[in-house]
């Protein structure tokens, strides 16, 4: 079993920052992929940025040059730094994890973490 615990979510004014943090823990022998997707009420679940374990990166064209996915493998932790953020980055921002392989396990699988609010006023 994998769990990835999210943080970093809050309330922020147009124009600030945050950094969303996630971290996978269990019996994982390494993780492919990991990203970040967001859900805003009304709408369907998009990608925001994914990040491989060799460092390619993959962002929607909406965040380009405001948000800024990293990794620590090491730590099977990935990050979202959030700058410049506008009133429609709100939503709820939710870690994934893809292509992990479990120790002693055979196949790969994906996880999900439970959500982190974000909420942008303008």
């Known amino acids: 079993q994998v769990h990835l615990v999210e943080s970093g979510g809050g309330l922020v004014q147009a124009g600030g920052s945050l950094r969303l943090s996630c971290a996978a823990s269990?019996?994982?022998?390494?993780?492919?992929?990991m990203g970040w997707y967001r859900q805003a009420p009304g709408k369907q679940r998009e990608l925001v940025a994914a990040?491989?374990?060799?460092?390619?990166?993959n962002y929607a064209d909406s965040v380009k040059g405001r948000f800024t996915i990293s990794r620590d493998n090491a730590k099977n932790t990935v990050y979202l730094e959030m700058n410049s953020l506008k009133p429609e980055d709100t939503a709820v921002y939710y870690c994934?994890?893809?292509?992990?392989?479990?120790?002693?396990?055979?196949?790969?699988?994906?996880?999900w973490g439970q959500g982190t609010q974000v909420t942008v006023s303008s």
């Open positions: 990040i491989t374990s060799g460092g390619s990166t």
């Open positions: 994934n994890a893809d292509g992990i392989r479990l120790r002693g396990v055979a196949g790969t699988y994906r996880y």
């Open positions: 269990g019996s994982i022998f390494s993780i492919n992929s």
